[in-house]
């Protein structure tokens, strides 16, 4: 039997690395609830010999902080949130995505016009956010009017949405959607 194992998988802290039943936390972990988890970027090792698990830390990726101008691509949308993957922290492409979540109520200025998520962002479109916070998974804002959705595709078609006014619209099959805009909408590519 190997004495140790090194996983290939990067984990970032807070992620779930093993249960206490079957490793000691070792550095670079941290241990709650009997789960064992991650308090670095870096790769699991498990030592297999002593039964401890730690995570060997890589050098420390960009992450963003708060207040800064993010890019992300939106992966799951729910009536009042949606969830964003991190692409870019202040144009800078990131080595590890990390998970971003808007509210409804940062999606525009006057609380309680929004309602559903829907109308101002849709899977797969890009935004360009605001953080909230400094640790995952980061509160994003796109409440200013600078930003918002800056690509968009068609909900029927997939066509790639073109800026009509203050909508969008597909060339392609003329259907015409609304989004929280954000300023340069379709000069990201
Ligand atoms: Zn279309």
């Known amino acids: 039997m190997e004495k140790s194992e090194e996983l290939k998988n ?4 807070g992620d779930r690395i093993g249960v206490a039943e079957e490793f000691l936390p070792g550095p670079g972990t941290y241990e709650v609830n009997y789960q064992i988890r991650s308090a670095v970027v870096g790769r699991v090792v498990r030592d297999l010999l002593n039964k401890v698990a730690y995570v060997r830390s890589l050098k ?17 949308i729910r009536e009042d949130f949606a969830r964003a993957k991190i692409l870019a922290v202040n144009n800078v492409a990131i080595r590890y995505y990390f998970t ?11 609380v309680g016009e929004a309602k559903q998520m829907f109308n101002y962002v849709r899977l797969g479109d890009l935004v360009r956010a605001r953080t909230l916070n400094n640790t995952p998974p980061f509160l994003l804002s796109i409440k200013e009017s600078k930003l918002g959705v800056v690509l968009a595709s068609c909900s029927k078609c997939g066509a790639t949405l073109k800026l009509h006014g203050e909508k969008l619209k597909c060339l392609q099959c003329g259907n015409i959607e609304t989004r929280k805009i954000g300023h340069g909408y379709g000069s990201m590519t």
């Not at 990067?10 to 802290?13: Q, S, T």
């Open 100 to 110: 971003g979540v808007i509210h409804v109520t940062q999606v525009i200025e006057k």
């Open 60 to 76: 420390p990726p960009r992450i963003p902080q708060s207040g800064a101008i993010v890019l992300a691509v939106i992966t799951e």
């Open 10 to 13: 990067v984990v970032v802290p």
